[in-house]
């Protein structure tokens, strides 16, 4: 067809035809694609980006507390330790003062007899225990008239005024006090009848 019909068929209202697609080369595109590639993903606004979770392992953490709760305790009986020596050390303080003041006390006061013939026994520190006195002092010291008190791995006999001030001073030093109203079953060693010889050889 010429160009002169074309022209007049479009002036009586013919339209032109389309014209047909070109067929798609060789890196044909996907839908989806731009260039053969894939889009690439959306990106997600500032605000939307979800914070990564910090990693949490509870083992460790167990572990962690254990060991503070082992090192709080040892530190605990470090301290308990620390507080007992103190208080020991303290208490034989003020055991040596005492004993220096009951030495100072019972100097030239102890009544002890080199002569003495009789034995009187006594229980003390769970031990059967002994000092010689003669039958004066045994009937004094059986009356509560007199006393012992134990002095360095000695034992004095001493009056009742003395013994009392020992006791003040040391009660532990006081070895023998008899209480003149007492029954006398709750000290059988009071009685005479019950008085070991000295060079009794068993």
């Known amino acids: 067809m010429s160009d002169t019909l074309r022209d007049q068929l479009l002036g009586l209202g013919f339209k032109q035809a389309p014209k047909p697609a070109k067929p798609p080369r060789d890196g044909k595109q996907k839908p989806g694609t731009r260039g053969g590639k894939p889009d690439a993903q959306p990106r997600q606004p500032a605000h939307g980006k979800a914070k990564k979770p910090h990693p949490r392992n509870p083992a460790s953490r167990e572990d962690i507390d254990l060991a503070k709760a082992y090192a709080i305790r040892a530190q605990r009986e470090k301290d308990e330790r620390i507080a007992a020596e103190r208080l020991k050390q303290e ?110 050889v068993w």
């Open 91 to 200: 208490q034989a303080r003020q055991r040596r003062e005492a004993k220096a003041k009951l030495a100072a006390l019972l100097k030239d006061k102890a009544l002890n007899d080199a002569n003495a013939d009789l034995v009187r026994h006594f229980d003390y520190g769970g031990k059967i225990k002994r000092i010689h006195v003669t039958a004066d002092q045994l009937k004094a010291l059986n009356a509560g008239e007199l006393g012992v008190v134990q002095l360095d791995g000695r034992y004095l006999l001493v009056t009742a005024d003395v013994l009392a001030q020992a006791e003040a001073t040391f009660a532990p030093a006081v070895a023998l006090k008899v209480d003149p109203d007492a029954p006398a079953a709750d000290d059988e060693y009071a009685d005479s009848r019950f008085q070991v010889p000295d060079d009794l």
